[in-house]
């Protein structure tokens, strides 16, 4: 339930189980802010890193660099779902219906 607290509607939900208004709009601006300052940085260490695996002969420090790849990759996607998040809170994603075969999809995870 959205309540209109200190004449901004929408700011503030009222939970009825604790009686309580929480601060929940701008813990969603929170979050998309600290994903936009995450997100920056993190895809500007992909580059250097990709150059680094197709320049090194060593297996063992490829390894560890496509380790890194793998971690930086993750990273990118918790920041990006956190974005995708704010925008099903603000009714912006919209579903996007495609012909596929369900089965390799799965597969791969």
């Known amino acids: ?3 209109r607290v200190g ?3 929408g700011l503030y939900r009222f939970n009825p189980g604790t009686g309580k208004i929480k601060n929940y709009q701008l813990k969603i601006k929170f979050l998309t802010n600290l994903s936009h300052e995450l997100r920056t940085p993190v895809s500007l260490v992909t580059g250097p890193i990709d150059k680094l695996i197709g320049q ?3 297996n063992e420090k490829k390894s560890q660099l496509s380790l890194v790849r793998r ?3 993750r990273i990118l996607n918790l920041v990006n779902q956190l974005l995708d998040f704010k925008k099903l809170e603000e009714n912006e994603l919209n579903l996007n219906l495609a ?3 369900l089965v390799p999809a799965v597969q791969c995870i």
Request: glycine share 14%; proline share 0%; hydrophobic share 20%.
């Open 71 to 73: 971690n930086v990759n």
């Open 99 to 101: 012909d596929g075969d």
């Open 1 to 3: 339930m959205t309540a």
């Open 7 to 9: 004449g901004y509607s």
């Open 56 to 58: 090194e002969r060593n």
